[in-house]
């Protein structure tokens, strides 16, 4: 069951509505005048109306009493009265049940041809209000007066008739409206209803829930003779309008609570991104795990990748880096400053070797599993971070190895992936990196950049160059660190519900 606190402000809205149309809202007020008095009253001016000619006489009307049992009876035209099981819910004993055919009628609007139409006011013209006119975006058309065969006069209450529409319920405007929408007119001419009062059942599930299940289709809607059962629970006339006045203070309390609401919802939304965000960034700032005075420093790590590098070089297996630079500790010790213990600060070039992609021609590749893959851009990468293959090349076109970290830089730009395939093309979208530190901590690095890499993007496709990540700095734990807030990381995000 929900508490008011798991309440949607809708939810409290509807709930309102219900508690007011069935009596609950406000208490009853002995000295009102009962509702059988006023539908007695209705019954008495329709008679009248019809001896007049002004409304035609319905030889199945319906006429709801109570009778000494205190139950529910209903007589129909000359039938005999047939007691009334099975009503919506209990109802106070100074209210009473009413069918809606009985008291209202309605009438469908009239839709025009277009080619009547016009966007603006011209004498001779009116406007012709269509659902889309009581929303937040109206687009006024005006037609015509003599083809506006359906008008309302401001205050009229329309309701809506088909597919997602149904179930609206408006106060018009002076004007015509179009056959989407149904005007309410009643069967009496004095005020025994409250306007609002009807506005607030119409807007009740017991109204909603009729016409929504009645509705035949998006096309057909619903129609008068869908009201025929339709039971309204009619208070007193005093009554009806303390309802009213209760439900309007409640309502900036409503709109209220909604703001609040829709504010929680967006702070729900982007709560789990920037949590992640904000754990990647301790991370790289050493504040996420405790510092081990016994862990090898970061110094002399950089020393051993500085000579891995020059070996691999030599070799031919990574190209020479030469605005390759390193920052190193002076006898001031400046270069330590605010920096965890153990840690260093150093460029990344120092610490990857970094492989533009390339694009190939049409005839270089194809979708049919055979030789290398081929990466061409951010679709190759899934949510999960995981690589998506469609083309293959041949095997001669290789610039990315098992292990290394794929970057999208071109379009798309930040999407990151490991390379757990192997020997691969990327195309230029891609940089591919050989890291030689830990690959989980040089991506977590990677992912703090990304919105700096996105806002330094240039051009009308964005885009960064390889220098833009090289020339970044880092601050550097030592490896048994990198291990131990790269575990800390992925445990913290596993918990982060999306």
Known sequence: MKTIKNLKAEEIRKSILQLAIQGKLVKQDPNDEPASELVKRIYAEKQ???????????????FIFKGDDNCYYEKIGNSAPVKLEDLPFDIPDNWTWVRHNSIFEIFGGSQPPKDKFIGYPKEG??????????????EPVYIPIKDAHKVTVKGDILLARYGASVGKVFFAEDGAYNVAMAKVEKLYVNDYIDKMFLYTFYKSSLYQSLVLNNSRSAQAGFNKEDLNSLLIPLPPLEEQIRIVEKINSFEPLIAQYSIAEERMSILEEEFPEKLKKSILQYAIEGKLV???????????LLERIKAEKERLIKEVKIK???????IYQGDDKN?????PSGWAKTFVRNIISLTSGTDLTPDEYS???????????????????????NRY???????????EILLTCKGTIGKIAINDIGDIHVARQFMSIRSFILNDYMVIYLKTIVAYLNSEAKSMI?????????????????????NRIAYKVSSLLSQISY
């Open 335 to 339: 270069y330590y400053e605010n920096l």
């Open 48 to 62: 009248r109306l019809i001896k007049e000619g002004k409304i035609k006489k319905d030889k199945n009307e319906s």
């Open 320 to 326: 020479c880096d030469k605005n390759e630079s390193y």
């Open 290 to 300: 405790k510092q081990d005075p016994n862990d090898e420093p970061a110094s002399v």
């Open 462 to 482: 964005p885009g960064i160059d390889r220098n833009q990540i090289l020339t970044k700095e880092i601050m550097l734990p030592p490896i048994q660190e990198q």
């Open 393 to 403: 090349t041949n095997a001669r076109y290789v610039n990315s190895h098992k292990d």
């Open 367 to 389: 979708s049919d599993n055979i030789g290398v893959p081929y990466l061409t851009g951010a679709s190759n990468i899934s949510e999960d971070d995981s690589i998506i293959i």
């Open 125 to 138: 013209y009116i406007r012709l209000y269509q659902i889309r006119d009581y929303g937040p975006k109206p």
